[in-house]
């Protein structure tokens, strides 16, 4: 073999090895990435599936024996009850500091947002029903249930509430973020715009189909999507409203110093001002 042909092989060597690590490497980023999107996944109900995995061997029929002489079955679920309402209380006594650094820094709609937030709510529901059917174990003879299931049902029912509050815990460190607020205020500004325009277009296209052809070389379907904005109402008011809440939260906090959220309130602005529009109709005054 010759020298030539050695250092040709030696660099095909060298480059197959070259893109075998590079496979390897892309590979372990992605493997990373859906690695941590699985343990995430999986760490939201951790606590329900330990639950579940104590519960299932007293379900076992060697337990049942021992859980039917069990005297106590009222006295657990009604002190689990106890639990509940009390993570209920604290949960949501704690859910209003987000709301209450809203007020500091932000305008009076972003309070009203958080104070109508919908996984508050839904969690509010979820303890309370949690509660509730731990109360009714205790009071009801077990709701229908036989006695030996009782116990495994109130390790269930805590380990969904413990979950349940660390979602809780993870929504409420979201709200603290001072930029949650203007993201609040787009999204809602966003929703808006979009809805009407889905509405004003489907009415315009309704009525461009029924007019006759004859008649459409008067006007184009543009100038009455143009003509159907203009009989919106209070719409450019609502949008301007809006932009006017995005402008006091980029002041409020340029004097708070908080140079992020100003910034994120710009490009808010700005972003509704790159939506759609028809001739500038959707934003007049």
């Known amino acids: 073999m010759s020298a030539s042909s050695a250092a040709d092989v030696q660099s095909a060597w060298r480059q197959s090895l070259s893109r075998l690590a590079y496979a390897s490497l892309a590979a372990t980023f992605g493997f990373g990435s859906r690695l941590n999107v699985l343990l995430r996944l999986g760490g939201r109900f951790a606590i329900s599936a330990i639950a579940v995995c104590l519960s299932l061997p007293l379900m076992a029929p060697s337990a049942e024996v021992r859980l039917a002489n069990f005297e106590h079955t009222i006295e657990f679920s009604l002190g689990a009850a106890g639990l509940i309402g009390t993570v209920l ?117 309704v009525q461009w189909l029924l007019i006759p052809h004859a008649s459409r070389r008067l006007a184009s379907k543009d100038q009455l999507l143009a003509a159907l904005y203009r009989r919106v109402p209070a719409h450019a008011a609502a949008i301007n409203q809006w932009t006017r809440e995005l402008e006091e939260a980029a002041l409020r906090s340029v004097e708070q110093g908080e140079t992020r959220v100003a910034v994120a309130a710009i490009d808010s602005m700005a972003l509704i001002g790159r939506l759609p529009t028809l001739n500038g109709v959707l934003f007049r005054p």
């Open 89 to 205: 209380v604290l949960t949501f006594t704690l859910s209003m500091i987000p709301v209450q650094r809203a007020a500091e820094g932000m305008p009076v709609s972003v309070v009203r947002l958080l104070a109508r937030d919908w996984v508050n709510a839904f969690l509010f529901v979820a303890l309370a029903l949690l509660c509730l059917s731990s109360f009714s174990l205790a009071l009801y003879d077990g709701f229908g249930l036989r006695p030996q299931l009782v116990l495994p049902v109130q390790l269930l029912l805590i380990g969904i509430t413990f979950d349940l509050v660390r979602w809780h815990h993870r929504h409420t460190l979201g709200l603290l973020e001072p930029v949650r607020g203007v993201e609040s205020l787009l999204s809602q500004a966003i929703r808006l715009v979009r809805s009407v325009d889905r509405r004003v277009r489907i009415t315009g296209t």
